[in-house]
């Protein structure tokens, strides 16, 4: 059996994207948050229920709120007539990926229009008054070359000091899920170029992160059969919850399990699995060098993931791992979360 210290070898943050869409998700992150185990949101800026986000991310000072950049399927911040060949009448980006992944590589114009936009955006985070956590990416555009340049570039401008980089292990995924999308495994080579980006920039990113391949189906029984086979290094486990179905959520992801990922982030045994073998971190803006961010994948995975004995644990009294922030707590620990 590893040492009671084994578990500090692995950190991990929990985070939401879509602060800000709808009320539902804005809901969800407070609950999350407050009674569960939810360290941070990602903010979007221009989303139909922002000003909610932003009067609950006041009311609770330990939330960790980063910029959810919106480049693809979302609102803008500028208003169309300033970037007509982002937006269309309404003012949201399409959904095409590859095509709008083509205009902004190919095409001086648009890359200027993007810059204005992401710089807008960066901007409007800032006049919430918020600390900036993070930044991140809707569907991960970021890692597409020219995005994930220009979030840097001008997102340092802004104070930001850590990028996710969506490393997700496939080794880790196979064992847990045999059915893991070629995609999951290719992914992996597109995230290289941005993590030497913004390692080069003297920014953090955690090691790995969890949320690609299980997006929108981050259930209590995946977390609790990944959490004893997380690789050394910090990990996100990132979550869209949310406290209902809405006609937006129906609309933009008619396939997410939004109120099974809340349930996930409230329910006891995910806490205590994860406590179990890992320190849990409110975020991983604020780390140092040598806290884990910013550093390549090393090590390798722990072995078949499945929720049966196994996988290193604390062995302190209580037999729970380490927690750096308060919240909720794991019944019959005596743990905070």
């Known amino acids: 059996m ?12 929990l985070t939401a994207d879509d602060f800000g869409l709808s009320l539902a998700a804005n809901e969800a992150v407070e609950r ?29 000072p330990r939330l960790r ?5 919106v480049l693809i399927e979302g609102p803008a911040v500028l208003p ?9 009448e309404q003012g949201w980006f399409p959904s095409d990926q590859l095509g709008l992944g083509l205009r902004y590589f190919f095409r001086p114009s648009v890359r200027r229009q993007l810059a204005r936009e992401i710089h807008a955006q960066f901007a409007a985070f800032a006049a919430t008054g918020l600390p900036l956590e993070h930044a991140d990416a809707h569907k991960h555009m970021h890692l597409h070359p020219t995005v994930g340049r220009l979030m840097i570039e001008i997102g340092r401008g802004f104070g930001l000091n850590a990028v996710r980089v969506p490393t ?3 080794a880790v995924l196979s064992a847990c899920d045999r059915n893991v999308a070629l995609s999951a495994r290719t992914l992996a080579l597109w995230t290289d170029r941005l993590r030497r980006r913004v390692s080069e920039a003297g920014m953090n990113a955690p090691d790995h992160v969890f949320g690609l391949a299980w997006s929108g189906r981050m259930t209590r029984e995946r977390i609790i059969a990944l959490a004893p086979h997380l690789p050394a290094g910090l990990s996100e486990l990132y979550f869209h919850p949310a406290a ?3 006609p937006l959520l129906e609309k933009l992801m008619p396939a997410y399990q939004q109120e099974a990922e809340l349930a996930t982030l409230l329910d006891p045994m995910v806490a205590l699995a994860l406590v179990s073998v890992a320190e849990i971190l409110p975020g991983y803006g604020g780390m140092t060098s040598g806290e884990g961010g ?9 072995g078949p993931c499945s929720t049966s004995p196994g996988g290193p644990r604390n ?8 927690v750096a922030w308060g919240g909720g707590g794991v019944a019959g620990t005596g743990t905070k979360i």
């Not at 590893?2 to 943050?13: D, E, G, N, W, Y």
């Not at 169309?80 to 269309?88: A, N, S």
């Open 315 to 322: 062995t302190s009294a209580g037999g729970t791992g380490a």
């Open 32 to 60: 999350a948050h407050k009674e569960g185990i939810l360290g941070a949101a990602s903010l979007m800026v221009a989303g139909p229920a922002v000003e909610d986000a932003i009067a609950r991310a006041r009311r609770l």
């Open 2 to 13: 590893p040492p009671a210290s084994a578990h500090l070898s692995r950190q991990v943050v």
């Open 80 to 88: 169309r007539e300033q970037i007509p060949d982002l937006v269309d």
């Open 168 to 170: 997700e292990p496939p």
């Open 294 to 302: 910013g550093r390549p994948v090393s090590g390798s995975p722990g």
């Open 65 to 69: 709120v980063g910029l959810h950049l």
């Open 244 to 246: 209902r179905r809405d």
